[in-house]
């Protein structure tokens, strides 16, 4: 059994056949949002970075949600082996305290616990992201609009109830109550177009990295908004997966010189789903031509049937494994020593590749 799959979109196999899957074509890589699921993801990160992709010298815009801008941020480190490997530990090893009956820790809580590890990760590194000299960073973030604009026991939930009837008509229309609003690393441009959705652009610098990387790991109900950030607009900002879950965006991969390029996407599934709300429209997970120039390099489903539990680690796993916390970090760690194999099998189809295990999108 094969652990990984390689999807591609239309545009991407062509330039695969013609000249081959090349660091130096890669244009754009991104990050999802899925919390725990993106663990799997790990033994990719460190042989992208810290191999495959270090071995050219061009621009590459990495934009990620939530988890995924925790790592994309990640991969904007000096060496980035030893930063993801840090990752790793921290996000496998995160425990929150669960108030005596209750099922799950309070949101202030976790955000205060959240915020005090991504400060000591990037503690006096915010400059390594910002100034690498290759990468350009575009973290994602969704803030609230109208009810929406300040987090508040009944207005939050009523707000995110009409977001999802919204969306569920309209995906565009969801803007009413949520923006995608980006905060990229300074004079970046944005790799993608904004005519899908509401979009705004904010320069990241050392004032709002650490606020904007939480805002877009802040999941609704489970961590707290991040108000007023600064540099941005006025309001409460959350998780970037509401807006873009699996970041199904217009991509732009032709090069200044009209060379085409791709978009290398490591991903837990082959499905680019684009909002959080859209998950269960299964309508909106297929592809479009946003993608065409996309590689999806995702686990065999299969396969995941073999790893703990028999799926990816995810949220419930909190929940599964309650006070446990040995339990969880056995299964999740088991998971991600399992998953060098999709790091394996990648190097080796580099070397050797086999187009009949180029499937479509």
Not at 105 to 110: F, G, I, L, Y
Request: glycine fraction near 10%; include cysteine.
């Amino acid at each position: 059994m094969k652990a990984l799959r390689v999807h591609a979109g239309p545009a991407a196999r062509k330039l695969i056949e013609q000249e081959g899957l090349r660091a130096q074509d890669v244009r754009v890589v991104p990050g999802a949002a899925g919390g725990p699921k993106g663990l799997i993801l790990g033994p990719l990160d460190r042989f992208i970075f810290g191999d495959w992709l270090a071995g050219s010298s061009h621009e590459v815009h990495l934009v990620g949600a939530s988890i995924g801008a925790w790592r994309m941020a990640t991969a904007c480190l000096q060496d980035p082996v030893a930063a993801f490997e840090r990752l790793e530990h921290d996000y496998i090893h995160q425990n929150y305290d669960v108030p005596p009956g209750k099922k799950r820790p309070s949101a202030a809580h976790v955000s205060e616990l959240f915020g005090q590890n991504l400060k000591a990760f990037y503690g006096g590194r915010i400059g390594e992201v910002l100034g690498n000299p290759r990468y350009r960073l575009h973290i994602v973030t969704s803030r609230g609009r109208h009810v929406l604009a300040r987090e508040h026991g009944l207005g939050t939930p009523l707000g995110y109830l009409g977001a999802f009837l919204t969306n569920t008509l309209h995906r565009k229309s969801m803007g009413a109550w949520l923006e995608r609003v980006v905060f990229s690393a300074p004079g970046a441009p944005l790799p993608f177009g904004t005519g899908d959705y509401r979009t705004r652009q904010v320069a990241l610098d050392e004032a709002n990295f650490s606020a904007a990387l939480q805002a877009s790991c802040s999941i609704p109900f489970v961590l707290q908004s991040v108000p007023d950030i600064p540099g941005a607009p006025r309001g409460a900002y959350w998780d970037g997966g509401i807006t873009d879950y699996h970041l199904h965006l217009h991509y732009q991969t032709t090069a200044k010189e009209g060379t085409p390029g791709l978009v290398l996407y490591p991903h837990f599934q082959k499905s680019v789903v684009p909002g959080w709300l859209d998950k269960g429209l299964k309508w909106r997970h297929k592809a479009t031509p946003f993608l065409d120039s996309m590689v999806v390099l995702a686990p065999d489903p299969e396969w995941v049937k073999t790893l703990p539990n028999g799926k990816l680690p995810d949220r419930t796993d909190f929940t599964r494994y309650g006070t446990d916390l040995q339990a969880r970090v056995n299964a999740w760690g088991t998971a991600v020593r399992e998953a060098q194999r999709l790091s394996d099998e990648l190097q080796e189809w580099l070397a050797k590749p086999d187009l009949g295990r180029l499937e479509p999108l």
